[in-house]
């Protein structure tokens, strides 16, 4: 198993802004996972964060929006950029421990006024 | 692509019955199936899993079932309490990546 941190756990932004989540993993991990979860939704994949290499992301999110960073194997951060009520939602990160078992942080709530 | 989904958007049982929350998959290929459960405010959290090459796996009060013929597996909660009220959501797994589905909430009647 894994222990996950999220910094911050909520926060309320302006539209136009940015906002950075952190992630942290008590343990070295090769695969992180940045998902978006709109409130009593499912969870869609933003992108997949590997250390040393660029973020894979899925249809639908680019780089631009959700750059996002992986300097090490225990760390992550997820940008959401250029801010619009549309961002608003729950943003999480998550490790793949053993097989395809995923780990998830306690996930960061934004609002966009 | 993969598309996964649940039955029921919501199901509401009395304390101590059992429940059955079911998903159904469409990737033939998918070859791990997995349970989460999440809680108000918090993450998902793994509870269960199944290869494909298996029918059935229990722990403890939990167990799931997988039908590759249907393509759907079954998350089974016996003598359901208060504390497993939450949002399941199933996911299925091909080539490394997974697909979740829509989340059944599961509330617990005293």
Same mark, same amino acid.
């Given at each position: 198993?894994?222990?996950?941190?999220?910094?911050?756990?909520?926060?309320?932004?302006?539209?136009?802004?940015?906002?950075?989540?952190?992630?942290?993993?008590?343990?070295?991990?090769?695969?992180?996972?940045?998902? =978006?979860?709109?409130?009593?939704?499912?969870?869609?994949?933003?992108?997949?964060?590997?250390?040393?290499?660029?973020?894979?992301?899925? +249809?639908?999110?680019?780089?631009?929006?959700?750059?996002?960073? =992986?300097?090490?194997?225990?760390?992550?951060?997820?940008?959401?950029?250029?801010?619009?009520?549309?961002? +608003?939602?729950?943003?999480?990160?998550?490790?793949?421990?053993?097989?395809?078992?995923?780990?998830?942080?306690?996930?960061?709530?934004?609002?966009?006024? | 692509?993969?598309?996964?989904?649940?039955?029921? $958007?919501?199901?509401?049982?009395?304390?101590?019955?059992?429940?059955?929350? /079911?998903?159904?998959?469409?990737?033939?290929?998918?070859?791990?199936?997995?349970?989460?459960?999440?809680?108000?405010?918090?993450? $998902?959290?793994?509870?269960?899993?199944?290869?494909? /090459?298996?029918?059935?796996?229990?722990?403890?009060?939990?167990?799931?079932?997988? /039908?590759?013929?249907?393509?759907?597996?079954?998350?089974?909660?016996?003598?359901?309490? $208060?504390?497993?009220?939450?949002?399941?959501?199933?996911?299925?797994?091909?080539?490394?990546?997974?697909?979740?589905?829509?989340?059944?909430?599961?509330?617990?009647? $005293?």
């Amino acid at each position: 198993s894994a222990v996950i941190s999220q910094k911050p756990s909520r926060d309320i932004c302006q539209r136009g802004t940015s906002l950075t989540i952190q992630c942290q993993v008590d343990s070295q991990v090769t695969m992180m996972f940045w998902y =978006r979860q709109q409130p009593g939704q499912s969870l869609t994949l933003i992108a997949t964060a590997n250390q040393g290499s660029e973020a894979t992301y899925e +249809s639908g999110f680019v780089i631009d929006k959700f750059p996002i960073s =992986r300097p090490n194997l225990t760390f992550s951060t997820l940008t959401v950029s250029n801010l619009s009520p549309e961002d +608003s939602s729950i943003y999480l990160c998550s490790v793949e421990a053993g097989s395809y078992e995923q780990f998830f942080g306690p996930g960061t709530r934004l609002t966009v006024l | 692509g993969e598309s996964v989904g649940l039955h029921l $958007p919501t199901l509401s049982v009395q304390e101590g019955d059992n429940s059955i929350i /079911n998903c159904a998959y469409s990737n033939s290929a998918s070859d791990y199936f997995i349970w989460y459960k999440q809680e108000s405010g918090k993450g $998902p959290q793994f509870i269960i899993d199944i290869r494909s /090459n298996v029918g059935e796996k229990k722990d403890q009060r939990i167990a799931v079932t997988l /039908n590759k013929t249907a393509k759907h597996f079954s998350l089974h909660i016996t003598e359901t309490q $208060p504390e497993d009220s939450a949002v399941y959501f199933c996911a299925a797994s091909w080539g490394g990546k997974s697909t979740f589905g829509d989340g059944t909430t599961l509330t617990v009647k $005293p």
